[in-house]
């Protein structure tokens, strides 16, 4: 998959994984799913199956190609490991170019700095090669780690949005960020 890009930084490659790769995607989500599970939407058994990661793989393949998002798998430089994920979908051009980044860290990188290196680089990736203007991203106010890193990438805060997102089966508010292409 040359033709889809892929962005080293200081311990990881970033790439966009193929589906041929769904068993390191699920061995990331199995070995992280309490810690990721409070963050995220609420997941079925199914979701945790190589099948499962097979689709979705072959679904961000076919976004990254159609120009609408990039799902970015960070793996560690010295294992091979997904290390982190760092997602921007929803890619609109014309008069918006914008995106939304949606990202995760496994539970064993936490607090290492390695998610601001990785989203970091990916949203570099997005204003420098890309050419957005905007990235979005939302945050649970009880979640200070993402809000902390959000602030140290740069991101303002717009607003707060209730009852926004469903996730782990609940209806939660989010706190509503974006940052904008200083160039």
Sequence with gaps: MSDLPTIPTARTVMRVLAPEHAGLLLRYRERNRAHLAQWEPARTPAYFTEEAARQRLAQSVDEARAGTALHFIALDRESGAVAATCA???????????????????????????????????????????????????????NLRSATLLARLGFEREGYARSYLCIDGRWEDMVLTSLINPA
Excluded: D, K, N, Y
């Design 88 to 142: 921007f979908t929803g890619i609109s051009r014309g008069v918006f170019q914008a995106c939304h980044l949606g990202f995760s860290v496994a539970e064993a990188w936490q607090g290492s700095g390695l998610m601001h290196e990785v989203a970091a680089a990916g949203i570099a990736h997005l204003f420098e090669r890309e050419g957005l203007h905007r990235i979005q991203a939302c945050h649970l106010p009880r």
